[in-house]
T-cell receptor, first 113, second 114 residues
């Protein structure tokens, strides 16, 4: 079945460090890929998305590229800030049931000042 | 533009009771999906309603049900509550066009079953 596997957390970095959170997927057909972020006590916010192979999603300094050959969608940011501390979820949808989001387990990120 | 709203935000119930949660989507959105978030199971899809009809369903027992009204507002009901139903319940709304469209999440209802 369709699934998402992402890097286990928690991840702790110092401010201005480089961030990578790995995400790989298994899906039938051609999925759309997403990164969601959840700040403490809040719901989920879409961070970025890519709907076809080689697309790059970007937002707030975060980037991820849809790699069909490696079935990956790794999240990167060149210089993290304390305000980036949150839980990050990699996710996918498939066209046949596009409203159903399949989430990874989430990666908790903490940034030290 | 107002976001997705969920009521109530917090709820405490006892085993065996039932509960109804409400979700008001963004204006113009016809699709509402529900998710359960727990520390052990993560985020799991419950079901989706589109134009008052259930369009997709996850793997939850029949105790979990929902409905959607003509104004696209949706309710989710859980009957005969179990301790394991304690979770954050999130709803998300979208136009329902599929194909990688963005879904917008509400803040969630945190349910505690004692």
């Amino acid at each position: 079945g369709d699934s998402v596997t992402q890097m286990e957390g928690p991840v702790t970095l110092s401010e201005e460090a480089f961030l990578t959170i790995n995400c790989t997927y298994t899906a039938t057909g051609y999925p759309s890929l997403f990164w969601y972020v959840q700040y403490p006590g809040e719901g989920l916010q879409l961070l970025l998305k890519a709907t076809k192979a080689d697309d790059k999603g970007s937002n707030k300094g975060f980037e991820a590229t849809y790699r069909k050959e490696t079935t990956s969608f790794h999240l990167e940011k060149g210089s993290v800030q304390v305000s980036d501390s949150a839980v990050y979820f990699c996710a996918l949808t498939v066209y046949s049931s596009a409203s159903k989001i399949i989430f990874g387990s989430g990666t908790r990120l903490s940034i030290r000042p | 533009k107002a976001g997705v709203t969920q009521t109530p935000r917090y709820l405490i119930k006892t085993r065996g009771q039932q509960v109804t949660l409400s979700c008001s989507p963004i204006s113009g959105h016809r699709s509402v999906s529900w998710y359960q978030q727990t520390p052990g199971q993560g985020l799991q899809f419950l079901f989706e309603y589109f134009s008052e009809t259930q369009r997709n369903k996850g793997n939850f027992p029949g105790r979990f049900s929902g409905r959607q009204f003509s104004n696209s507002r949706s309710e989710m009901n859980v009957s005969t509550l179990e301790l394991g139903d304690s979770a954050l319940y999130l709803c998300a709304s979208s136009f329902g066009d599929g194909g990688g469209e963005t879904q917008y999440f509400g803040p969630g209802t945190r349910l505690l079953v004692l």
